[in-house]
T-cell receptor, first 117, second 111 residues
């Protein structure tokens, strides 16, 4: 597609349920990022995939959070046993390369709005 | 620890004036710094990138400066318009290759 596509755009779930959020990056982009943004807050890094390298999971807040990227393209962020504090916008982004000095622009999707009730 | 600081208070200016936003960082040695715009309910959109060996970068009404000695970047919007009202985020890449964002500054341009 022309841009980063995320689904669902909105999700309301009950506390304790699992949710899956999907990200379809721009074709050809090897780097993929997940960020979380709570209401009125800045972007919190979650996880980063670069090509076939092991992902940087250093931002995942707990072991309830996991992500995978299949075939170097689509990524799924999974939150198990959701809690109310997980309510936020989950933003996915991609870039041509994530290498430090590449300076490649990263393109964001419109986010998946998660509400845990 | 590494920090990227932006003024969390909203900046209110009159249409036609120049808006100046600040991004300060500590414990980074960035090769470049980026600025993004975020509208409510939308994902951030890339605006400008400035490299460590560049003092200033311009794009239309936007100007970014980068002072690696002060560890500061300034983002200017000249002849501001109400349509420029948004949150502006600066971002740096850390040693782990991930792009880390400041908390953003909300700009309100009043007609």
């Amino acid at each position: 597609g022309a841009g980063v596509s995320q689904s669902p755009s909105n999700k309301v779930t009950e506390k304790g349920k699992d949710v899956e959020l999907r990200c379809d990056p721009i074709s050809g982009h090897t780097a993929l990022y997940w960020y979380r943004q709570s209401l009125g807050q800045g972007l919190e890094f979650l996880i980063y995939f670069q090509g076939n390298s092991a992902p940087d999971k250093s931002g995942l807040p707990s072991d309830r959070f996991s992500a995978e990227r299949t075939g170097g393209s689509v990524s799924t962020l999974t939150i198990q046993r959701t809690q109310q504090e997980d309510s936020a916008v989950y933003l996915c982004a991609s870039s041509l390369s994530g290498r430090t000095y590449s300076g490649n622009t990263i393109y964001f999707g419109e986010g998946s709005w998660l509400t845990v009730v | 620890s590494q920090k990227i600081e932006q003024n969390s208070e909203a900046l209110n200016i009159q249409e036609g004036k120049t808006a100046t936003l600040t991004c300060n960082y500590t414990n980074y040695s960035p090769a470049y710094l980026q600025w993004y715009r975020q509208d409510p309910g939308r994902g951030p959109v890339f605006l400008l990138l400035i490299r460590e060996n560049e003092k200033e970068k311009r794009k239309e009404r936007l100007k970014v400066t980068f002072d690696t000695t002060l560890k500061q970047s300034l983002f200017h919007i000249t002849a501001s318009q109400p349509a420029d009202s948004a949150t502006y985020l600066c971002a740096l890449r850390n040693a782990g290759n991930m792009l880390t964002f400041g908390g953003g500054t909300r700009l309100m341009v009043k007609p």
